[in-house]
Each structure stands twice: as C-alpha cells, then as structure tokens.
T-cell receptor, first 111, second 113 residues
Framework: EDQVTQSPEALRLQEGESSSLNCSYTVSGLRGLFWYRQDPGKGPEFLFT???AGEEKEKERLKATLTKKESFLHITAPKPEDSATYLCAVQAVGRDDKIIFGKGTRLHILP | NAGVTQTPKFRILKIGQSMTLQCAQDMNHNYMYWYRQDPGMGLKLIYYSVGAGITDKGEVPNGYNVSRSTTEDFPLRLELAAPSQTSVYFC????????????FGPGTRLTVL
C-alpha cells in the first residue's frame, strides 16, 4: 500500500539550531515528491518538487534532498519565522497519478 | 491575481443540512482539487477535475458531489451533512496533474453538529 510517513511529529529548536525533517515513502512508482509549508489557519504553500534520487533543491534556509526511500528537509540556522507545519506529499505513478500527503511535522523555533 | 479563493471561511451546519463550498481560481489552471484536513491527519483528496466538464473521485468522495462548469469554478456540495464531515476543506489548483505545484486556497472550516 502506498504510504507517506513524516517524522518527528513535532520539533522544537532554538533559533540558529539546524536540524532535519524526515519523509519516508512507499509507492509502487514515484512521479514526484513535494514539500509544502502550512501556517496555522492557512492553506499549504508550495516549497519544492523533487523527481529522482540524488536531486536537491534549496530555498533560503531550506534544502530538500531525495533518496529512493525518503526525503529530508534540512533547515539551516532557523529563525522564528520558519515556525510552521511542513507537509510532505508523494505523487505515485498510476492511472490517476494520486497524491498522498503525510501528516506533517510541526516545527517551532524559539527566539 | 487573487489566486485560489474559497467561501465561506467558517460554517456551522446541523446534521442533515446541505451546503455548497465555493472555490474559484483566476490562474487559468486546468486542474482543480478538493481536500479535507482533519486534526493531526494528512490532507485527503475528495474529488478532482482535469478541466471543465470532467470530474473524478479521490480517496474519500462519499457524502460529497462536485461540478465543473467553467475553468474558474469548482464547487463542492454536501447533501446531507454528518458529524464525520466536520473538517477543514481546502481547494487547490495546478497547471497540470503531474509533478507541478498546487496552489491552495485559505480553507473553509466546517462544523456539523
């Protein structure tokens, strides 16, 4: 069964303390893996798409990487404004190319 | 561009009542989606559309209906509201189905009592 698991569920960091969020997936065929940021009371906001193992994408303090089984979202020297829930989603190859979302990681950066 | 807009922002329904959640986008996207998000859970796809006049079921379509008469609008209809439909509903759109970013609306928080 196609599945997306994110860990940890929640993470509290001090400002400047770098860390990584994990997204592990099981799909029959990967068309793409997405990272979104979601602020409280708002819709998800697109961050990255990764297509194949070894690919990396960067945006400000965030860097996303992909292997055949998982993706990492690395956060370097985070600031309080990076606090949000980060969602991982996987698009599986198939008739309807379904997209499966993980439950997210709630990140809180303390000043 | 307004992007993806949703109305209403909040709504309380009684069991058995009906309502339509409105969604519109002004980016000329062919693909539109409806998701629900329950606390602590991932987004679940309810219905999606690949263009005007074409809709298809997602993972959790029971209790919902959709229509797509124009490229811009994609309303979601709840015919007989049930407490299990209490959730936050997000509409999204994208240029294509495959590996392109989805643009999400601000959501509608629905409570069924």
């Amino acid at each position: 069964e196609d599945q997306v698991t994110q860990s940890p569920e929640a993470l509290r960091l001090q400002e400047g303390e770098s860390s990584s969020l994990n997204c592990s997936y099981t799909v029959s065929g990967l068309r793409g893996l997405f990272w979104y940021r979601q602020d409280p009371g708002k819709g998800p906001e697109f961050l990255f798409t990764l297509y194949s193992a070894g690919e990396e994408k960067e945006k400000e303090r965030l860097k996303a990487t992909l292997t055949k089984k998982e993706s990492f979202l690395h956060i370097t020297a985070p600031k309080p404004e990076d606090s949000a829930t980060y969602l991982c989603a996987v698009q599986a190859v198939g008739r309807d190319d379904k997209i499966i979302f993980g439950k997210g990681t709630r990140l809180h950066i303390l000043p | 561009n307004a992007g993806v807009t949703q109305t209403p922002k909040f709504r309380i329904l009684k069991i058995g009542q009906s309502m339509t959640l409105q969604c519109a986008q002004d980016m000329n996207h062919n693909y539109m989606y409806w998701y629900r998000q329950d606390p602590g859970m991932g987004l679940k796809l309810i219905y999606y559309s690949v263009g005007a006049g074409i809709t298809d079921k997602g993972e959790v379509p029971n209790g919902y209906n959709v229509s797509r008469s124009t490229t811009e609008d994609f309303p979601l209809r709840l015919e007989l509201a049930a407490p299990s439909q209490t959730s936050v509903y997000f509409c999204a759109s994208s240029y294509s189905r495959s590996s392109n970013e989805q643009f999400f609306g601000p959501g509608t928080r629905l409570t069924v009592l």
